[in-house]
């Protein structure tokens, strides 16, 4: 059954809210990586001005896990507080990732079409046909 999570974008100060969330829930993060640590992809690489920026945050709370990155001009995206949020959903197949995928993004604008990530998951991004961003995520890679 999938599991579904808020994933939180920022304008650059990541890092800062998530140590203050983590201040105030505990616990340890689960994964933080920097833009800088990201691999070329289609032969696009991270400018030094975007590389401590936060690529992908996650803190677990109870059975939640908040997520969250700040958003990267040179990779074309900005932060518009009020649409800085989606809904994401991490799957327990491929199969059942592709079956949310396309009924939810059904009459909306996919921004990322489900495929295999450098980070070892199979994953998409749209923005339904109601205004929502969504990520579905299947791991590929089953953590430790």
């Not at 920026?53 to 059975?63: A, Q, R």
């Amino acid at each position: 059954m999938a599991a579904v999570n808020p994933y939180l974008t920022f304008a650059g100060n990541c890092e800062e809210a998530f140590n203050f969330y983590k201040s105030v829930f505990g616990g340890e993060f689960a994964f933080i990586g920097k833009f800088k640590d990201m691999p070329p992809t289609d032969g696009m690489t991270c400018p030094p001005s975007e590389g401590e920026k936060i690529m992908h945050v996650s803190l677990p709370i109870g059975n939640t896990v908040i997520m969250g990155s700040d958003s990267s001009e040179a990779f074309g995206q900005t932060t518009v507080v009020g649409n800085n949020f989606s809904v994401s959903i991490n799957t327990d197949s491929k199969e059942e990732a592709d079956k949310l995928f396309n009924g939810l993004s059904a009459g909306g604008q996919v921004s990322m079409p489900m495929n295999q990530t450098f980070w070892g998951a199979y994953f998409g991004m749209f923005t339904d046909k109601f205004g929502i961003n969504w990520m579905v995520n299947f791991d590929m890679v089953q953590p430790q």
